[in-house]
Antibody, heavy 118, light 107 residues
Framework: EVQLLESGGGLVQPGGSLRLSCAAS????????MTWVRQAPGKGLEWVSG????????YYADSVKGRFTISRDNSKNTLHLQMNSLRAEDTAVYYC???????????WGQGTLVTVSS | DIQMTQSPSSVSASVGDRVTITCRAS??????LAWYQQKPGQAPKLLIY???SLQSGVPSRFSGSGSGTDFTLTISSLQPEDFATYYC?????????FGGGTKVEIK
């Protein structure tokens, strides 16, 4: 059974940093691209970042480019999102998702809440 | 960036109704489109990929169609468990983008 478990969310001040992690199990992690998607309170889905299975290709939304860094540790079946220079508008539930075929997300974690506030 | 526009933003329907949601891309995306269902407090669920392919385990009352810029998600006979918000997502190019969502509510 595929399982994705996000961690690392919490309350952070504007300008601060946070590192999210996503522990994956139930599939061959290194064979699949992964992605982060966020959802601000009461709002729709926003794609944040994606990474290829080998980690060679990384992709970002314009809103986070230069501030967020996606990475993966295939030896530990873990996906990360390093978030720097956080802003109030980064407040959201952050989901990690496994990519099926062409950047479609077939399995999702339950999300971790990031709140950026002073 | 490719903009995805969904309509309507909300729809009220009854159990058994046929419901159609549309998604328009700001430029051609071939058939690189997915539909997701999200219920309150839950993660999204993949329903349709490649515009018309039904994800494993998804009931056959869900169907997708379209190519290029115009796409449709149809629920042939609405069931109580289908009341949720639906999102389209283009997978043609980065950055990936989602539509604004369509909330299907009980009439």
């Amino acid at each position: 059974e595929v399982q994705l478990l996000e961690s690392g969310g919490g309350l952070v001040q504007p300008g601060g940093s946070l590192r999210l992690s996503c522990a994956a199990s139930g599939f061959t992690f290194s064979s699949y691209a992964m992605t982060w998607v966020r959802q601000a309170p009461g709002k729709g889905l926003e794609w944040v970042s994606g990474i290829g299975g080998s980690g060679s290709g990384t992709y970002y939304a314009d809103s986070v480019k230069g501030r967020f860094t996606i990475s993966r540790d295939n030896s530990k079946n873990t996906l990360h999102l390093q978030m720097n220079s956080l802003r109030a508008e980064d407040t959201a539930v952050y989901y990690c998702a496994k990519v099926y075929s062409r950047w479609y997300s077939d399995y999702w974690g339950q999300g971790t809440l990031v709140t950026v506030s002073s | 960036d490719i903009q995805m526009t969904q309509s309507p933003s909300s729809v009220s329907a009854s159990v058994g109704d046929r419901v159609t949601i549309t998604c328009r891309a700001s430029q051609g995306i071939s058939s690189w489109l997915a539909w997701y269902q999200q219920k309150p407090g839950q993660a999204p669920k993949l329903l349709i990929y490649a515009a018309s392919s039904l994800q494993s385990g998804v009931p056959s009352r869900f169907s997708g169609s379209g190519s290029g810029t115009d796409f449709t998600l149809t629920i042939s006979s609405l069931q109580p468990e289908d009341f949720a918000t639906y999102y389209c997502q283009q997978a043609n190019s980065f950055p990936l983008t989602f539509g604004g969502g369509t909330k299907v509510e009980i009439k």
